[in-house]
């Protein structure tokens, strides 16, 4: 599974969703791609206030934060949509 990670520089929230996603990867195939907000004015108007933000290939729906391991275990194992 591909998951992005919307991110900036000095977000501690989005280390913490990076630990989470990190401690998935130990059980489940994940390639993780950081993307970084501050680069493109669009990703700052979409994701600015709401980061850190996870998508997947396959979903076409988002979590943002605040959400639990198990939230985001959740959203990566449900069927795609």
């Known amino acids: 599974m591909k998951v992005n990670l919307y991110t900036t520089s000095g977000c501690h929230l989005c280390e913490l969703a990076l630990a989470q996603i990190q401690t998935l990867q130990l059980h489940f195939q994940i390639s993780l791609t950081e993307v ?46």
Do not use: K
């Not at 933000?53 to 959740?74: G, Y």
């Open 36 to 81: 970084e907000i501050a680069n493109s004015d669009d990703l700052i108007e979409r994701y600015g206030v709401r980061i850190p933000v996870i998508s997947t290939d396959q979903s076409t729906t988002e979590l943002a934060w605040p959400f639990t391991l198990d939230q985001l275990r959740s959203f990566l194992l449900r069927p795609s949509v």
